[in-house]
């Protein structure tokens, strides 16, 4: 589970940084400066990582035998901007809760 957990933490940060750029950057550049060439790029690029996102956070999930309210809100995590930081913060702290009474049973 803690390759799922990595890689589930790799595409947060990643979806995470994407939709603050196109949030903060290429937006406001289409309607305050009519450029919309940041959005055109930036755009289809968030949403394809988000793809990966969204299998990862399933992957997770599964494994995790998270309940389906907690799987659903970690995976509407990637569209709000700052949520997925969040959401990586709290999943990690759910699977190491998870396996921390494991690792400490004999």
Same mark, same amino acid.
Do not use: C, N
């Given at each position: 589970?803690?390759?799922?957990?990595?890689?589930?933490? /790799?595409?947060?940060? =990643?979806?995470? &940084?994407? @939709?603050?750029?196109?949030?903060?950057? #290429?937006?406001?550049? +289409?309607?305050?400066?009519?450029?919309?060439?940041?959005?055109?790029?930036?755009?289809? /690029?968030?949403?394809? =990582?988000?793809? &990966?996102? @969204?299998?990862?956070?399933?992957?997770? #999930?599964?494994?995790? +035998?998270?309940?389906?309210?907690?799987?659903?809100?970690?995976?509407?995590?990637?569209?709000?901007?700052?949520?997925?930081?969040?959401?990586?913060?709290?999943?990690?702290?759910?699977?190491?809760?998870?396996?921390?009474?494991?690792?400490?049973?004999?």
């Amino acid at each position: 589970m803690t390759a799922a957990l990595m890689r589930f933490r /790799v595409v947060a940060y =990643i979806v995470g &940084v994407f @939709l603050l750029l196109l949030m903060f950057v #290429a937006m406001p550049f +289409k309607y305050f400066a009519d450029q919309p060439m940041f959005v055109a790029i930036i755009g289809p /690029v968030h949403g394809f =990582i988000y793809m &990966v996102y @969204l299998v990862a956070a399933f992957d997770l #999930a599964v494994r995790a +035998k998270w309940p389906f309210v907690r799987t659903v809100l970690v995976l509407l995590a990637g569209t709000i901007p700052v949520m997925s930081f969040v959401a990586e913060r709290k999943a990690t702290s759910w699977v190491r809760q998870q396996s921390e009474p494991a690792a400490v049973s004999i």
